[in-house]
């Protein structure tokens, strides 16, 4: 189904604010004017149908968030969207209820095969997965639609039982493991209406490309399906790659000016390596410390400073991808309940998960990639909320900084950590 017939099949979208309408006749390439903050706009002010507009309602969901407001008019008349915005503002919705929309808007096709989705989520890791999916349920309650996911470390034959029981509408699946679904012939993708690639530049980096490319090969072409790209970070490279799988896409962009999340007031204490410990554990026993993710580069260092951390008497949990799947899970519950002070995660947990209430996030190595540290400090300071991040630079890490500094587009301002949070006595 060509990009024209895909806008054709659906009622034209009615918005009850001047200018965007009009905005989407104009050359769809270009990026959306982002100048001006967007309209506030009540959900029930938009043609949704009313399966999805009552699930928001439920979800206490009134108005749209900016990225919401920029993106849904033009991915819920079919256009392919590139979608841009901080992290925490919403984009996971943003997507959501386009799927849902398109999916209802059209009947399944007559012929169908278990196996066959009609939408594609793909994301990065297992967890960001599972969230979505869980959203998806929320988003979709009184769908009538299928969701499914699928993702490594978890059994494969209850995965595959699963998804034959009944016919797939959206597939919310990691990279790796849909591949072997497809390899098997256990899924196709040659009837995909939309494909939704979330955390886009991490899924379209040098350490996910090929997997991410075949997928797209598996899927109908360009033109004959809908593409909806999100992220709060995109590089030149990651943009181009992006474009030249999407249909005249439309770039939507929020506050480009602030790249990280203007919601979180950000630290960098200048220390040595041997500060970094003690540093840490007076910080996370401050009484205003309340939920705080501690994120290092490697595994190693990780789980060395877990145990450091469980030796000391700290309730921590530990997440990196060496961890099985379901440990992984009831360690994040564990810290969503709050029966966890501290989560100490490699990036793994750096990308799109959402925990209520964490206060501050804690930078104990200076991530490799700028972007990783704007993804890592957006896990606080979320849906309208405040947070901290405090990110520690010693000699062995001070030298990427610049680089953040860059893509951050303004200088940190660098500083000795207080005295008070400076005793040794741990
Ligand atoms: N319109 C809305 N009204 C109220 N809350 C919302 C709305 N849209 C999203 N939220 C809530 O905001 C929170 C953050 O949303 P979400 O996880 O989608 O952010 P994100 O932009 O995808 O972040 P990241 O870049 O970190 O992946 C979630 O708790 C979500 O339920």
């Given at each position: 189904?060509?990009?024209?017939?895909?806008?054709?099949?659906?009622?034209?979208?009615?918005?009850?604010?001047?200018?965007?309408?009009?905005?989407?006749?104009?050359?769809?390439?270009?990026?959306?004017?982002?100048d001006k903050p967007a309209p506030k706009i009540a959900f029930s002010t938009l043609d949704l149908s009313s399966q999805v507009a009552r699930a928001l309602a439920d979800m206490g969901f009134e108005h749209c968030s900016p990225i919401q407001a920029k993106s849904l008019p033009y991915s819920l008349s079919g256009?392919?969207?590139?979608?841009?915005?901080?992290?925490?503002?919403?984009?996971?919705?943003?997507?959501?209820?386009?799927?849902?929309?398109?999916?209802?808007?059209?009947?399944?096709?007559?012929?169908?095969?278990?196996?066959?989705?009609?939408?594609?989520?793909?994301?990065?890791?297992?967890?960001?997965?599972?969230?979505i999916a869980k959203d998806a349920a929320a988003i979709g309650k009184y769908a009538g639609l299928s969701v499914q996911t699928l993702v490594g470390g978890m059994d494969f034959n209850k995965q595959m039982q699963a998804l034959h029981g009944q016919f797939v509408d959206i597939l919310v699946a990691t990279p790796g493991r849909l591949l072997d679904f497809c390899e098997r012939r256990e899924v196709y993708l040659d009837q995909l209406e939309i494909l939704v690639i979330d955390e886009a530049d991490r899924m379209l980096d040098m350490g996910f490309i090929p997997q991410?490319?075949?997928?797209?090969?598996?899927?109908?072409?360009?033109?004959?399906?809908?593409?909806?790209?999100?992220?709060?970070?995109?590089?030149?490279?990651v943009l181009r790659l992006a474009e030249s799988w999407m249909f005249e896409p439309v770039s939507v962009e929020i506050e480009p000016e602030t790249v990280a999340t203007d919601s979180v007031e950000q630290f960098i204490y200048m220390v040595?390596?041997?500060?970094?410990?003690?540093?840490?554990?007076?910080?996370?026993?401050?009484?205003?410390?309340k939920n705080v993710m501690i994120f290092a580069n490697r595994r190693d260092q990780c789980r060395t400073l877990y145990e450091?951390?469980?030796?000391?008497?700290?309730?921590?949990?530990?997440?990196?991808?060496?961890?099985?799947?379901?440990?992984?899970?009831?360690?994040?519950?564990?810290f969503k309940e709050g029966s966890l002070q501290a989560?100490?995660?490699?990036?793994?947990?750096?990308?799109?998960?959402?925990?209520?209430?964490?206060?501050?996030?804690?930078?104990?190595?200076?991530?490799?990639?700028?972007?990783?540290?704007?993804?890592?400090?957006?896990?606080t300071g979320r849906a309208g909320n405040t947070g901290q991040s405090i990110s520690?630079?010693?000699?062995?890490?001070?030298?990427?900084?610049?680089?953040?500094?860059?893509?951050?587009?303004?200088?940190?301002?660098?500083e000795l950590p207080p005295e008070h949070l400076l005793n040794y006595d741990n």
């Open positions: 189904m060509c990009l024209l017939l895909r806008m054709c099949t659906k009622p034209p979208l009615i918005l009850n604010f001047s200018g965007t309408t009009n905005a989407m006749s104009d050359d769809t390439h270009s990026a959306v004017p982002s256009h392919d969207v590139l979608g841009k915005a901080q992290t925490g503002t919403g984009k996971t919705a943003a997507f959501l209820i386009a799927v849902f929309e398109d999916l209802l808007r059209q009947p399944a096709p007559e012929e169908r095969f278990a196996g066959e989705p009609r939408a594609l989520v793909i994301a990065p890791t297992r967890e960001l997965v599972m969230q991410v490319k075949r997928i797209v090969r598996l899927a109908p072409r360009k033109t004959h399906r809908q593409t909806l790209l999100f992220s709060a970070t995109f590089s030149d490279d040595s390596g041997d500060e970094k410990l003690p540093l840490l554990c007076n910080l996370i026993s401050m009484p205003d410390v450091r951390l469980r030796k000391q008497g700290y309730k921590v949990g530990l997440l990196s991808g060496e961890i099985p799947q379901g440990k992984r899970v009831k360690t994040l519950e564990a989560l100490v995660a490699t990036d793994v947990a750096g990308r799109g998960i959402h925990i209520d209430g964490v206060s501050h996030v804690v930078n104990y190595t200076l991530p490799e990639e700028p972007e990783d540290y704007v993804h890592r400090i957006g896990r520690f630079a010693c000699e062995d890490d001070a030298f990427r900084l610049p680089a953040i500094e860059e893509l951050l587009g303004r200088k940190l301002k660098c």
